[in-house]
């Protein structure tokens, strides 16, 4: 059974203090990685996919990279607008068939 | 375009109620998913249509859910009789080609069965 394991649950920041995110995930073949940011009470909203191993994809303070069995999420001098839940999930290929972690819910104190 | 639109976005009914849950995709997404979202189980896929027919519903958890999609602009999601572990966040999303490009999400429904 395919699974994806984040940590830690939750994450304390002080304005400007980087720090990362961790997924880890087991599936049988992987084909793709994904990274969704979401607010209270609203759905995920898409971040990144992630193909192979050694993939980096960046989006303003967020850089997502990926290894055979992790993926990283490193948020650099983070903003209180950074504040969300990130969620990672996995496409292990077949009928659409994504599997999602509980997320990492962040919190960046000004 | 308004995104994934979701109705209603808080219910709360008795147990032994049937409740139906509303989604409108982005026009032109051939992809519609059903998840719920709780505490303890995070994202939980439960079905998803391909052009309007369902594809895997091997996630709906018992014959007391159904759900269908009469045409590319709309879905429902049923659940008959409700019962308080049904208690999440019930959310549909859309995709254009499947899961690589990502989905997008609607708002979501609170549901609370008491």
């Known amino acids: 059974e395919d699974q994806v394991t984040q940590s830690p649950e939750a994450l304390r920041l002080q304005e400007g203090e980087s720090s990362s995110l961790n997924c880890s995930y087991t599936?049988?073949?992987?084909?793709?990685l994904f990274w969704y940011r979401q607010d209270p009470g609203k759905g995920p909203e898409f971040l990144f996919t992630?193909?192979?191993a050694g993939e980096e994809k960046e989006k303003e303070r967020l850089k997502a990279t990926l290894t055979k069995k992790e993926s990283f999420l490193h948020i650099t001098a983070p903003k209180p607008e950074d504040s969300a839940t990130y969620l990672c999930a996995a496409y292990s290929g077949g009928y659409q068939k994504v599997t999602f972690g509980i997320g990492t819910k962040l919190q960046v104190i000004p | 375009d308004a995104g994934v639109i979701q109705s209603p976005r808080h219910e709360v009914t008795e147990m032994g109620q049937e409740v139906t849950l509303r989604c409108k995709p982005i026009s032109g997404h051939d992809y519609l998913f059903w998840y719920r979202q709780t505490m303890m189980r995070g994202l939980e896929l439960l079905i998803y249509f391909n052009n309007n027919v369902p594809i895997d519903d091997s996630g709906m958890p018992e014959d007391r859910f159904s759900a269908k999609m009469p045409n590319a602009s709309f879905s429902t999601l049923k659940i008959q009789p409700s019962e308080p572990r049904d208690s999440a966040v019930y959310f549909c999303?859309?995709?254009?080609?499947?899961?690589?490009?990502?989905?997008?999400f609607g708002s979501g429904t609170r549901l609370t069965v008491v």
């Open positions: 999303a859309s995709s254009l080609t499947g899961p690589t490009y990502g989905y997008t």
């Open positions: 992630l193909y192979s």
């Open positions: 599936v049988s073949g992987l084909r793709g």
